[in-house]
């Protein structure tokens, strides 16, 4: 097993850093089990590249922000600046890609009315099926980018939104408890520019259960949070 100590230690020699790596993130690589027949082979296995090349990207930016001038930082043309917005890049990179890989590919999807997902989705949209269709109208407005519905830690409420590549409209003080990956490398092997059909067929497969478990962890942070900002 490959300690961070390990990946610091790899990426200072690969660098050929003067001073030690001790500060940086260090992002690992989760396993997911993409079951889902309404993708293939190829598309799967593409995907999970990109998502490594994500994660060795952040560790690289992340070790180089280690020793990076900052006395030389600016709003035009500075490293130090470049790098920020590369690490915010990458980072919601690896992680949008970790919520969307695990909450999909559930060959057996299904959602309760009994369930606080369900019930909290039907209270915050006015019924569940407005929340669909507001989430694939999300699916449908992104360019290359996100659906998330989000658990909103001011209004304590449940939303819909889009975020265009990894980083540009992220709401402030969002939660996310279910993403859809709505990029074209998701897709356009299997459904070349069709993202509506892709995206039903993935709605047809979220994990609910994986979904329920992050409702409930959002309400606990939002309970925590709540008068306290």
């Given amino acids: 097993m490959i300690k961070n100590s390990d990946i610091k230690k790899i990426i200072n020699e690969s660098l050929n850093l003067k001073e030690p790596l001790n500060e940086s993130l260090v992002a690992q690589q989760k396993t997911f089990n993409l079951a889902t027949e309404f993708q293939s082979g190829a598309t799967k296995k593409a995907h999970e590249g990109l998502y490594q090349n994500y994660l060795e990207a952040f560790n690289r930016i992340s070790a180089e922000l280690d020793t990076v ?38 060959l057996a999807s299904n959602i309760n009315m009994d369930m606080l997902t369900y019930m909290r989705l039907s209270r915050d949209f006015g019924d569940f099926d407005k929340w669909q269709n ?47 990956d709505v990029w074209q490398h998701a897709y356009y092997r299997d459904y070349l520019s ?36």
Wanted: aromatic share 14%; net charge neutral; hydrophobic share 40%.
């Fill in 134 to 180: 507001d989430f694939i109208a999300c699916c449908l407005s992104a360019r290359c980018g996100w659906a998330i519905t989000y658990y909103n830690i001011f209004t304590q409420t449940y939303m819909n939104t889009f975020v265009d590549l990894h980083s540009l409209q992220v709401p402030v003080g969002c939660i996310p408890v279910l993403v859809m």
């Fill in 69 to 106: 001038d900052r006395s030389a930082a600016s709003s035009n043309g500075s490293q130090y600046r470049s790098l920020k917005q590369d690490e915010t890049y990458n980072m919601n990179a690896i992680y949008l890609h970790e919520y969307y890989f695990a909450n999909v590919s559930d």
């Fill in 194 to 229: 069709d993202v509506k059909t892709f995206t039903y067929a993935m709605m047809k497969e979220i994990n609910w259960g994986v979904v329920e478990d992050r409702v409930k962890k959002a309400e606990k942070v939002g309970m925590l949070l709540k008068g306290g900002i």
